[in-house]
């Protein structure tokens, strides 16, 4: 089974691929950003403290 992943619409070039990440607790989160796959783009949706952000800078976490 393909997995299909919806089309960027601020570039409509890329695709948007899920994030996961882990909480707090400890407990994992799935989906909690969509990415675009262009660099160049760079456009994302994330849920943060359960607000939905849009396009804000991504950083790779070094823990």
Known sequence: ??????ECQKCGRGVLVPLSDYGRDGASIRYKAWVCTR?????N?????GEISFGKPLEA???
Not at 1 to 6: A, L, Q, R, S
Not at 45 to 49: A, G, S, T, V, Y
């Open 1 to 6: 089974m393909e997995n299909k992943y919806p």
């Open 39 to 43: 660099p160049d783009c760079g456009f």
């Open 45 to 49: 949706i994330r849920i943060d403290n």
């Open 61 to 63: 976490s070094h823990k």
